[in-house]
Antibody, heavy 124, light 110 residues
Framework: EVQLLESGGGLVQPGGSLRLSCTTS????????MNWVRQAPGKGLEWVSR?????????YYADSVKGRFTISRDNSKNTLYLQMNILRAEDTAVYFC????????????????WGQGTLVTVSS | QTVVTQEPSFSVSPGGTVTLTCGLS?????????PSWYQQTPGQAPRTLVY???TRSSGVPDRFSGSILGNKAALTITGAQADDELDYYC??????????FGGGTKLTVL
């Protein structure tokens, strides 16, 4: 069974940093691109970042986090990361990790498995 | 910056059919945007319903179907049930590794 478990959320002051982790099981992490998606309180979902499979040589970011957030992976630890720097109040959200989906062995642009999320609160 | 548009809210009668749409503030949605749809209970992780325009995810009942209608992606729910009263989101792939969610539709079954 595919499982994704986020951790590392918490309260941080504006301008601060936080690193989120997504521990995976039930599949071989290296074989999949992975994403972070967030949801501000009472708001909709927002795609944040994607990292390619394998060594993660390709990364992509939403404009809202580009230059402040860094996605990475450690396949040996079955873990995905999101390093968040220069945090702002508008970064307050539940952060979900999500696996890129495949169909008949072909990667597609959708999310086929989700974690339960970790809450990040940016406030003084 | 292109915005992905969805109806903020929609109502359907129990047993009825409803079509939610997913459009672009500029241009038309096509299969090249790989439209996908997600259902979310507030406070929980999203559930994948449909991907690649019209492929249902494993375990999703055939009451849910995806398509392209005119210049938008669409999610049609037939035989609406009380349990369908949730939030629905579409996602479009915009190229260059970027995906964008729509603002979501809150569906009411009454």
């Amino acid at each position: 069974e595919v499982q994704l478990l986020e951790s590392g959320g918490g309260l941080v002051q504006p301008g601060g940093s936080l690193r989120l982790s997504c521990t995976t099981s039930g599949f071989t992490l290296s074989g999949y691109a992975m994403n972070w998606v967030r949801q501000a309180p009472g708001k909709g979902l927002e795609w944040v970042s994607r990292i390619s499979g394998g060594s993660g040589g390709s990364t992509y970011y939403a404009d809202s986090v580009k230059g402040r957030f860094t996605i990475s992976r450690d396949n040996s630890k079955n873990t995905l990361y999101l390093q968040m720097n220069i945090l702002r109040a508008e970064d307050t959200a539940v952060y979900f990790c999500a696996r890129r989906g495949y169909d008949s062995g072909r990667p597609l642009y959708y999310f086929d498995s989700w974690g339960q999320g970790t809450l990040v609160t940016v406030s003084s | 910056q292109t915005v992905v548009t969805q109806e903020p809210s929609f109502s359907v009668s129990p047993g009825g059919t409803v079509t939610l749409t997913c459009g672009l503030s500029s241009g038309s949605v096509s299969t090249s945007h790989y439209p996908s749809w997600y259902q979310q209970t507030p406070g929980q992780a999203p559930r994948t319903l449909v991907y690649n325009t019209n492929t249902r995810s494993s375990g999703v009942p055939d009451r849910f179907s995806g398509s392209i209608l005119g210049n938008k992606a669409a999610l049609t729910i037939t035989g609406a049930q009380a349990d369908d009263e949730l939030d629905y989101y579409c996602v479009l792939y915009m190229g260059s590794g970027i995906s964008v969610f729509g603002g979501g539709t809150k569906l009411t079954v009454l």
